[in-house]
T-cell receptor
Framework: AQSVTQPDIHITVSEGASLELRCNYS??????LFWYVQSPGQGLQLLLKYFSGDTLVQGIKGFEAEFKRSQSSFNLRKPSVHWSDAAEYFC???????????FGAGTILRVKS | DTAVSQTPKYLVTQMGNDKSIKCEQN?????MYWYKQDSKKFLKIMFSYNNKELIINETVPNRFSPKSPDKAHLNLHINSLELGDSAVYFC????????????????FGPGTRLTVL
């Protein structure tokens, strides 16, 4: 069965600083990986996804993520955080067969000015 | 145009009542989902329908009954509401499973915050 761990419940960074949110997954085959963002009171918006190919994927809003099979990780990064990036971020893994997504518990990002 | 819409946005009701949440998608997708996000923000799939047929049912109490009148709509009916049903419920949609296998991107609605008193 798939599972996702996001080790950091909260992260606080200064505006303009770089960001890395960690995500580790457990899945016996090639995973399909996603990062979603949820702003307060809003639904989930897809930031980026990895299906195959280049292990460094670019997403919206200047985010990128790198798939590292050896570490079972799919960490999300942004070189310079903006105050509007404050939100909750969810990593998710999907199976090769079936459309079931399993989500991590989320990481709340706070941005200080 | 809203891709995945849900109504109502907020729902406050008493224990024991029966309520429904509606979901519609205009993306032309074949597959729709219901997720529950609890007070700790943990998001878990409840149901998935592909072209009006149930394909995922994740050990949800039978007080919850999804109904899909057509592939653009997936409604959630909840009978005999309990305090523990208080949560945010998200609808989502995606294309059918990818031809070679794999999980296609799911697009989420804005959520319905259900409060059971």
């Amino acid at each position: 069965a798939q599972s996702v761990t996001q080790p950091d419940i909260h992260i606080t960074v200064s505006e303009g600083a770089s960001l890395e949110l960690r995500c580790n997954y457990s899945y016996g085959a090639t995973p399909y990986l996603f990062w979603y963002v949820q702003s307060p009171g809003q639904g989930l918006q897809l930031l980026l996804k990895y299906f195959s190919g280049d292990t460094l994927v670019q997403g919206i809003k200047g985010f990128e993520a790198e798939f590292k099979r050896s570490q079972s990780s799919f960490n999300l990064r942004k070189p310079s955080v903006h105050w509007s990036d404050a939100a909750e971020y969810f990593c998710a893994v999907g199976a090769k067969y079936g459309n079931k997504l399993v989500f991590g518990a989320g990481t709340i990002l706070r941005v200080k000015s | 145009d809203t891709a995945v819409s849900q109504t109502p946005k907020y729902l406050v009701t008493q224990m024991g009542n029966d309520k429904s949440i509606k979901c519609e998608q205009n993306l032309g997708h074949d597959t729709m989902y219901w997720y529950k996000q609890d007070s700790k923000k943990f998001l878990k799939i409840m149901f998935s329908y592909n072209n009006k047929e149930l394909i995922i049912n994740e050990t949800v109490p039978n007080r919850f009954s999804p109904k899909s009148p057509d592939k653009a709509h997936l409604n959630l009916h909840i009978n005999s509401l309990e305090l523990g049903d208080s949560a945010v419920y998200f609808c989502a949609s995606s294309q059918a499973a990818l031809a070679g296998g794999g999980t296609d991107t799911q697009y989420f609605g804005p959520g319905t915050r259900l409060t059971v008193l």
